[in-house]
């Protein structure tokens, strides 16, 4: 399992809680890797919210990203699914209202 952190530092609080999140959705400890090109949209995004941006990735070293035989396991997909929401657990329960 691989953890792609995109403008982030290593150990901001967002990543920290992700990394928990990821732990609980796939059972494993992510490896953080800096890894691709850049999105675009993100840099937009911090500016019009002024807030920080988080892209995790999830993938396995044989998925051939962009490739023409390219494949997505679905249990990663599931599991993906599950680290969202547990991340979305994890940042509500530190939201001061």
């Known amino acids: 399992m691989k953890f792609l952190i995109e403008g982030q530092e ?5 990543v920290l809680e992700s990394k928990l999140a990821v732990e ?16 675009p949209i993100a840099a937009q995004m911090v500016a019009t919210t002024n807030a ?3 892209l995790p990735g999830w993938g396995l ?3 051939g990203a ?3 035989n390219e494949k997505f ?6 599991r993906g699914y599950v680290q969202v ?7 509500r329960s530190k939201m001061v209202v």
């Open 10 to 14: 290593e150990n901001g609080s967002e």
């Open 66 to 68: 962009h490739s023409p």
């Open 52 to 54: 920080d941006v988080l």
């Open 61 to 63: 070293d044989d998925d």
């Open 24 to 39: 609980e959705g796939f059972g494993v400890k992510p490896i953080l890797i800096r890894e691709g090109g850049s999105i």
């Open 85 to 91: 929401i547990d991340f979305g657990i994890i940042w």
């Open 73 to 78: 396991c679905l249990e990663d997909y599931y």
